[in-house]
């Protein structure tokens, strides 16, 4: 996070220099549009949902429950102009399309499985903390 | 991520048996909202923003380059809500406002900053990817 320590002052090319050039804290930084693919309302679940293998565009549809058929097309394409997902269409009648993790994808999306399971882990907690907000803006 | 393979054709009560009783891939479980407020628009950047310890509004805002008062305000308040930020007023004058992340907060906000520096490590990558997918569409 050091990087974060010393944006304010830093010129470009200061920070260019360092270990971690890409900072998505930056408005104008190209990782965060791609931040915001990664972990945008769908992203995630798209993602998770592919980490068991590749899947077609309406088994996936169907995992990722509630998503949109517009919806889920943008979100493949994003994901898939970022380099995190291969679409391979097999020459059959009718052709059969194929969505997978690249190599990239695969190790993001384990990232993402992580944050995802530590949530489920503490919902418990999340779900006491709202009760107890809600009741204290009650007594306001 | 057993329980994505075991979804489709489980009862509710099998499903709550289990270890993760939580579903971010169903529609109607309250862990999907929570998955939102952590990794929507501002989520990210806010939860690993106070990864560095207590800070103030404006200090926050400065830090999260781009995000406006509002959406500052919003994404504070849904993920103090959850249980993830504190937020503490001190009587001194003027009133000051700290926020900081909670132990649960600083759990996820790890998790966060491990995607966050994972996709800044990559993002060569990605940018090439962008490149390759861009010039493939003008082929077409």
Same mark, same amino acid.
């Given at each position: 996070?050091?990087?974060? =320590?010393? #944006?304010?002052?830093?010129?470009?090319?200061? $920070?260019?220099?360092?270990?971690?050039? &890409?900072? *998505? &804290?930056?408005?104008?930084?190209?990782?965060?549009? @791609?931040?915001?693919? %990664?972990?945008?309302?769908?992203? @995630?679940? /798209?993602?998770?949902?592919?980490?068991?293998?590749? *899947?077609? &565009?309406?088994? %996936?549809?169907?995992? /990722? =429950?509630? *998503?949109?058929?517009? +919806?889920?097309? $943008?979100?493949?394409?994003?994901?898939?102009?970022?380099? &995190? @997902?291969?679409?391979? /269409? $097999?020459? /059959? +009648?009718?052709?059969?399309?194929?969505?997978?993790?690249?190599?990239?994808?695969?190790?993001?999306?384990? #990232?993402?499985?992580?944050?995802?399971?530590?949530?489920?882990?503490? +919902?418990?907690?999340?779900?006491?903390? $709202?009760?107890?907000? =809600?009741?204290?803006?009650?007594?306001?």
């Amino acid at each position: 996070m050091t990087h974060m =320590d010393t #944006k304010a002052g830093d010129t470009a090319e200061e $920070q260019h220099s360092g270990a971690l050039p &890409f900072d *998505v &804290f930056a408005r104008d930084c190209p990782s965060r549009p @791609v931040l915001e693919h %990664l972990t945008g309302r769908w992203g @995630v679940l /798209v993602l998770a949902g592919l980490y068991q293998g590749p *899947v077609r &565009f309406n088994a %996936l549809r169907r995992r /990722v =429950d509630g *998503v949109s058929e517009k +919806m889920l097309s $943008q979100t493949l394409h994003a994901l898939e102009r970022d380099g &995190f @997902v291969h679409r391979t /269409v $097999q020459a /059959v +009648m009718p052709p059969r399309v194929e969505y997978r993790l690249t190599d990239l994808g695969r190790s993001t999306a384990a #990232k993402l499985l992580d944050l995802i399971g530590h949530l489920e882990a503490h +919902m418990p907690a999340v779900l006491a903390a $709202q009760q107890q907000h =809600d009741q204290s803006d009650d007594g306001n």
